[in-house]
């Protein structure tokens, strides 16, 4: 059975990405780049992407990194998103949400362009749900800037790059992307 197949919009190809706990994550084929020989591609997931923070009084949320499928934080997590008619996906990769999402205010979307203009590298999040466990609040954050993956395509399927690759091959890739004028 090959990983790709015809996208939900039949306009992108989607292809199924695995880590090596066996947890999958379903994108679609936003470019392929050959490079030396190898083609590689960039992907976008069909699912939202989110990101996991402990939320504090006063002080900047802190990303967590790290969680195990079996965290209880996460389980708090799936009822409050079931609230939202939203399942929360453990996916390759990262979290995902599946589910009808409002779209963010254009307004507060350009706000943030004027306040990244002040600081290129600051990552910008919108935050979807927040909850609490065992007397911590955690938030549940959607990254505002796309999140894409990059892949070794080997015969058909879609293979996730060891950090020493990815660090050698990402910036290739983005002045391969940037000659082609992606993105705009």
Not at 142 to 155: E, N, Q, W, Y
């Amino acid at each position: 059975m090959s990983d790709i197949a015809a996208g939900k919009s039949g306009d992108h190809p989607t292809l199924l990405v695995r880590d090596r706990e066996g947890h999958d994550l379903l994108c679609f084929l936003e470019h392929l780049i050959p490079l030396d020989g190898q083609d590689y591609a960039l992907l976008s997931p069909v699912d939202t992407p989110v990101s996991l923070f402990r939320l504090r009084e006063d002080d900047e949320p802190e990303p967590i990194t790290s969680v195990s499928s079996s965290e209880p934080i996460l389980s708090v997590a799936d009822v409050v998103l079931q609230e939202h008619d939203l399942v929360l996906v453990r996916s390759a990769i990262t979290l995902t949400v599946s589910g009808e999402l409002e779209e963010p205010d254009q307004e507060d979307l350009e706000e943030l362009d004027d306040e990244d203009d002040l600081d290129d590298d600051a990552e910008t999040f919108e935050l979807l749900v927040s909850f609490m466990v065992d007397a911590q609040e955690y938030g549940l954050y959607i990254p505002l800037d796309p999140f894409l993956v990059l892949v070794r395509m080997v015969d058909g399927q879609a293979e996730l790059l060891s950090e020493d690759e990815l660090d050698r091959i990402q910036p290739r890739i983005e002045a391969e992307l940037e000659e082609r004028e992606w993105p705009e």
